[in-house]
């Protein structure tokens, strides 16, 4: 087993080094320790434990704090050799949902946000607490992050603590060291915790090994999902007419889609939750009502840690506040859809007060118990851990917001965003992994200031590429929606298809805005063939510049995606020694693609009896529910989401030019070295 071990050799020699530094009875201490540990009137100790794995090697590196009085800590790291080579990729998991999340290269840093009126964005990500020093080749992550080897092995580091706090990931790629490094500051302990728990995981391939991430909760995680949210098409110029006249478009077509959310702009003021505006006179039970009458689950939008200035609560429970001295209200960020240029300011609920926790709680038991609401998607949550307080760092302020909010819905399901993954996990149902997509391709003001959290399609993607790992660990992925219409927005043909494509690849929670009612017959087809929604596994991710190779699997069926995410055309190789059909018609080894186009391959199985080609689904053979050869042809069964007319080509056992199907005699026909039927389907049933 040894000899496929390919850490560097320090792993099993010098091993780790680090440092600890704490506040006891006004003095300030520091302690450098090694693998062997420390014991002190503190006590320090480093374990270090070794475990084998099928296909590389596993190791568990805790530091734990035994403190026999208070003390309070202000940093903790560990550093450990870590050789990266120029042709390396590491990705860095950014501090929140929408924080840029992709593959940087060892000679990249990471820009300094810039720009007069960054004071009005930095809330929402890491920048006012995390000194990053703008160098080539001095790279952070948060509770993440990777190494992939040109010869396609990857090494992956985990946080598999966030209870008590952050852990941030420092590459220094000159140096050849990676810091392991808590963000302790603010915390204050008494007794034995585990401080830093990270868990290093190799594999031969890109992706992470099953159930390899550490367990966050016996939650189990939730089904992919498809449906419609109001944002990206009405944002906040929502009523109750536009989301009935959406709900009838989707209930008229007998669309198959889990659920129907409200987004932003129900509520009289971001903070009041309790009732709906004016522009929804009937209430949101009769919202939910309708929703849940046509056969849906209804999702509802809130922000419930934070307050905008112009809500009754505001005024009503300022001393609900969190503040920095007992004066000073934490500003959680700037809106000025929700209050103008003069009071778009919003601040952030101190969760220790009891009268915040039963207000939480009375909010959440109207909308989910009295109004009926399935899902809530619970947004702008990085506002919990914006400053340390009360004894407890950022990280361990986020965790415990994350467990109040998970205990106010019981068993109703939470959709997350804007919040730090990691303490997401076994807490929120599915949870959001890019930021918003925009109307076009990347918002490129904010893209100048360096705003690592920006509205950006762009981003979304590489977001939701590189965040693959989570799914199915920690949450389901929610990638955000995919836009298909061709009015209100600058999406070209080509990023459309490409967000559908790679959403439906990667993501567990399918969500588009569009006003369906308006689809042309051909955006229609191209929607519907989206159904059905059905489990995915990732088998290998390959990037270069921003076209990726995909290869993927779907039940029994295989298949090769390519991403070309660039602003240049460029040319992809189809894996040698397999045949691959887009539709029907094997492909050239070597494919052109677009600026932002991706294409979809189905592999040819090496089997007698198997799907080549479809018209019916973006994933050929995924109508398909049943395939079986038996005396004298084939029996097929369609999936009951399927609705398409076109055209599905099966390979069968060569027994003549006749076949039958389903009981019915079918021609065959001879298709390079395969025998092939091809049946026709009109509206989901074979004619």
Same mark, same amino acid.
């Given at each position: 087993?040894?000899?496929?071990?390919?850490?560097?050799?320090?792993?099993?020699?010098?091993?780790?080094?680090?440092?600890?530094? &704490?506040?006891?009875?006004?003095?300030?201490?520091?302690?450098?320790?090694?693998?062997?540990?420390?014991?002190?009137?503190?006590?320090?100790?480093?374990?270090?434990?070794?475990?084998?794995?099928?296909?590389?090697?596993?190791?568990?590196?805790?530091?734990?704090?035994?403190?026999?009085?208070?003390?309070?800590?202000?940093?903790?790291?560990?550093?450990?050799?870590?050789?990266?080579?120029?042709?390396?990729?590491?990705?860095?998991?950014?501090?929140?949902?929408?924080?840029?999340?992709?593959?940087?290269? @060892?000679?990249?840093?990471?820009?300094?946000?810039?720009?007069?009126?960054?004071?009005?964005?930095?809330?929402?990500?890491?920048?006012?607490?995390?000194?990053?020093?703008?160098?080539?080749?001095?790279?952070?992550?948060?509770?993440?992050?990777?190494?992939?080897?040109?010869?396609?092995?990857?090494?992956?580091?985990?946080?598999?603590?966030?209870?008590?706090? &952050?852990?941030?990931?420092?590459?220094?790629?000159?140096?050849?060291?990676?810091?392991?490094?808590?963000?302790?500051?603010?915390?204050?302990?008494?007794?034995?915790?585990?401080?830093?728990?990270?868990?290093?995981?190799?594999?031969?391939?890109?992706?992470? @090994?099953?159930?390899?991430?550490?367990?966050?909760?016996?939650?189990?995680?939730?089904?992919?999902?498809?449906?419609?949210?109001?944002?990206?098409? &009405?944002?906040?110029?929502?009523?109750?007419?536009?989301?009935?006249?959406?709900?009838?478009?989707?209930?008229?077509?007998?669309?198959?889609?889990?659920?129907?959310?409200?987004?932003?702009?129900?509520?009289?003021?971001?903070?009041?939750?309790?009732?709906?505006?004016?522009?929804?006179?009937?209430?949101?039970?009769?919202?939910?009502?309708?929703?849940?009458?046509?056969?849906?689950?209804?999702?509802?939008?809130?922000?419930?840690?934070?307050?905008?200035?112009?809500?009754?609560?505001?005024?009503?429970?300022?001393?609900?506040?969190?503040?920095?001295?007992?004066?000073?209200?934490?500003?959680?960020?700037?809106?000025?859809?929700?209050?103008?240029?003069?009071?778009?300011?919003?601040?952030?609920?101190?969760?220790?007060?009891?009268?915040?926790?039963?207000?939480?709680?009375?909010?959440?038991?109207?909308?989910?118990?009295?109004?009926?609401?399935?899902?809530?998607?619970?947004?702008?949550?990085?506002?919990?851990?914006?400053?340390?307080?009360?004894?407890?760092?950022?990280?361990?302020?986020?965790?415990?917001?994350?467990?109040?909010?998970?205990?106010?819905?019981?068993?109703?399901?939470?959709?997350?965003?804007?919040?730090?993954?990691?303490?997401?996990?076994?807490?929120?149902?599915?949870?959001?992994?890019?930021?918003?997509?925009?109307?076009?391709?990347?918002?490129?003001?904010?893209?100048?200031?360096?705003?690592?959290?920006?509205?950006?399609?762009?981003?979304?993607?590489?977001?939701?590429?590189?965040?693959?790992?989570?799914?199915?660990?920690?949450?389901?992925?929610?990638?955000?929606?995919?836009?298909?219409?061709?009015?209100?927005?600058?999406?070209?043909?080509? !990023?459309?298809?490409?967000?559908?494509?790679?959403?439906?690849?990667?993501?567990?929670?399918?969500?588009?805005?569009?006003?369906?009612?308006?689809?042309?017959?051909?955006?229609?087809?191209?929607?519907?063939?989206?159904?059905?929604?059905?489990?995915? !596994?990732?088998?290998?991710?390959?990037?270069?510049?921003?076209?990726?190779?995909?290869?993927?699997?779907?039940?029994?069926?295989? &298949?090769?995606?390519?991403?070309?995410?660039?602003?240049?055309?460029?040319?992809?190789?189809?894996?040698?020694?397999?045949?691959?059909?887009?539709?029907?018609?094997?492909?050239?080894?070597?494919?052109?693609?677009?600026?932002?186009?991706?294409?979809?391959?189905?592999?040819? !199985?090496?089997?007698?009896?198997?799907?080549?080609?479809?018209?019916?689904?973006?994933?050929?053979?995924?109508?398909?529910?049943?395939?079986?050869?038996?005396?004298?042809?084939?029996?097929?069964?369609?999936?009951?989401?399927?609705?398409?007319?076109?055209?599905?080509?099966?390979?069968?056992?060569? !027994?003549?030019?006749?076949?039958?199907?389903?009981?019915?005699?079918?021609?065959?026909?001879?298709?390079?070295?395969?025998?092939?039927?091809?049946?026709?389907?009109?509206?989901?049933?074979?004619?």
């Amino acid at each position: 087993m040894d000899s496929g071990f390919f850490l560097p050799c320090c792993i099993m020699d010098e091993l780790f080094k680090g440092s600890i530094v &704490y506040w006891l009875s006004g003095r300030r201490w520091g302690l450098d320790f090694s693998e062997g540990g420390h014991e002190l009137a503190v006590g320090i100790k480093v374990s270090l434990v070794r475990e084998a794995t099928e296909k590389g090697l596993k190791i568990q590196v805790k530091v734990e704090v035994d403190a026999e009085v208070e003390i309070e800590l202000e940093e903790l790291y560990l550093t450990m050799q870590q050789a990266v080579a120029p042709d390396d990729q590491i990705f860095l998991n950014g501090y929140q949902s929408w924080t840029e999340s992709k593959l940087f290269s @060892p000679d990249d840093k990471i820009p300094r946000l810039a720009g007069p009126a960054q004071h009005l964005v930095n809330t929402t990500g890491d920048y006012t607490f995390y000194k990053n020093p703008h160098e080539a080749g001095s790279l952070h992550a948060w509770s993440f992050t990777s190494l992939v080897s040109k010869d396609g092995h990857s090494t992956f580091w985990m946080d598999a603590a966030p209870e008590t706090g &952050y852990t941030v990931f420092e590459w220094r790629c000159k140096e050849g060291k990676l810091i392991l490094r808590k963000d302790v500051g603010g915390s204050r302990l008494r007794g034995k915790a585990i401080m830093l728990n990270v868990e290093i995981m190799q594999n031969e391939g890109t992706e992470l @090994p099953v159930a390899s991430l550490p367990g966050f909760s016996a939650r189990p995680v939730a089904a992919p999902v498809s449906g419609w949210t109001s944002w990206y098409n &009405y944002y906040t110029k929502i009523d109750e007419a536009i989301i009935l006249d959406n709900l009838r478009a989707f209930a008229d077509r007998s669309v198959p889609i889990d659920f129907f959310q409200i987004d932003d702009g129900w509520q009289p003021a971001v903070g009041d939750w309790m009732q709906a505006n004016e522009k929804f006179p009937q209430g949101m039970k009769f919202i939910a009502d309708q929703v849940h009458s046509h056969g849906y689950k209804a999702g509802l939008w809130l922000a419930p840690l934070i307050v905008a200035k112009n809500s009754a609560i505001y005024h009503a429970h300022r001393d609900w506040l969190l503040t920095h001295d007992g004066e000073r209200f934490v500003e959680a960020g700037f809106n000025p859809g929700w209050g103008g240029l003069m009071h778009g300011t919003y601040y952030v609920f101190n969760l220790d007060l009891p009268e915040v926790q039963a207000h939480l709680r009375a909010v959440f038991a109207t909308v989910l118990q009295v109004w009926g609401y399935d899902l809530v998607k619970l947004d702008f949550l990085f506002a919990a851990a914006l400053i340390p307080h009360g004894g407890k760092s950022r990280g361990q302020r986020m965790d415990e917001a994350m467990a109040l909010l998970r205990d106010c819905c019981g068993d109703k399901l939470i959709l997350g965003c804007g919040v730090p993954l990691a303490a997401a996990g076994g807490r929120a149902d599915y949870c959001r992994i890019g930021p918003d997509i925009g109307l076009s391709w990347d918002l490129g003001i904010a893209d100048s200031i360096h705003l690592r959290e920006r509205i950006s399609t762009q981003n979304a993607l590489h977001n939701t590429i590189n965040r693959r790992h989570f799914a199915g660990r920690l949450f389901a992925n929610d990638p955000d929606v995919f836009i298909l219409r061709e009015d209100n927005n600058k999406l070209n043909p080509e !990023q459309k298809y490409s967000l559908l494509i790679i959403n439906h690849i990667f993501g567990d929670l399918l969500f588009t805005s569009d006003a369906i009612g308006g689809y042309d017959a051909q955006t229609m087809r191209l929607y519907r063939s989206t159904f059905p929604l059905l489990p995915r !596994q990732i088998v290998e991710v390959q990037e270069d510049d921003g076209l990726y190779r995909i290869w993927f699997v779907i039940d029994d069926r295989r &298949y090769f995606a390519v991403a070309n995410l660039s602003r240049h055309e460029r040319k992809a190789a189809l894996p040698a020694g397999d045949k691959y059909y887009n539709g029907f018609i094997e492909d050239s080894l070597a494919v052109s693609l677009k600026p932002y186009e991706a294409r979809v391959y189905l592999q040819l !199985q090496d089997l007698e009896t198997c799907v080549v080609g479809s018209e019916l689904h973006i994933f050929p053979g995924c109508e398909v529910l049943s395939l079986k050869a038996v005396t004298g042809g084939i029996e097929i069964a369609l999936h009951p989401h399927s609705s398409l007319s076109g055209t599905l080509v099966v390979r069968v056992i060569d !027994q003549g030019e006749r076949i039958l199907v389903n009981g019915i005699e079918k021609s065959t026909f001879k298709h390079k070295d395969i025998t092939i039927v091809r049946l026709q389907v009109q509206e989901g049933k074979f004619v």
